[in-house]
């Protein structure tokens, strides 16, 4: 039906850079907003990023300034660029995907989530 995939997490050293991205495809008419959330173990998951279709951003405050969201609308793809990576970012990051399979039928996906380890 739909398919997210994620890339680009992994192991970095604190004050170190990394680049997710998701991709998504299959039976979708039209994709609303695409954003990212994290879940560090024993924690809720939370909003990290979300970016709308028109480019409306929102970044949760403890990432301001380090981490950014952007989507390339022609691939349905959703990047976040995390600079100045710290301990307390380490978490299973996850895509999220809110979209209309047909017109007025608003659905919401979830990635498998790709792991990010920020330690030295």
């Known amino acids: 039906q739909v398919q997210l995939v994620e890339s680009g997490g992994g192991l970095v050293q604190p004050g170190g850079s990394l680049r997710l991205s998701c991709a998504a495809s299959?039976?979708?008419?039209?994709?609303?907003?695409m954003g990212w959330y994290r879940q560090a173990p024993g924690k809720e998951r939370e909003l990290v990023a979300t970016?709308?279709?028109?480019?409306?951003?929102n970044l949760a405050d403890s990432v301001k300034g380090r981490f950014t969201i952007s989507r390339d609308n022609a691939k349905n793809t959703v990047y976040l660029q995390m600079n100045s990576l710290r301990p307390e970012d380490t978490a299973v990051y996850y895509c999220?995907?809110?979209?209309?399979?047909?017109?007025?039928?608003?659905?919401?996906?979830w990635g498998q989530g790709t792991q990010v380890t920020v330690s030295s």
């Open positions: 299959g039976r979708i008419f039209s994709i609303n907003t």
């Open positions: 970016i709308t279709s028109g480019g409306s951003i």
């Open positions: 999220r995907l809110q979209f209309f399979r047909v017109p007025g039928s608003l659905s919401y996906y």
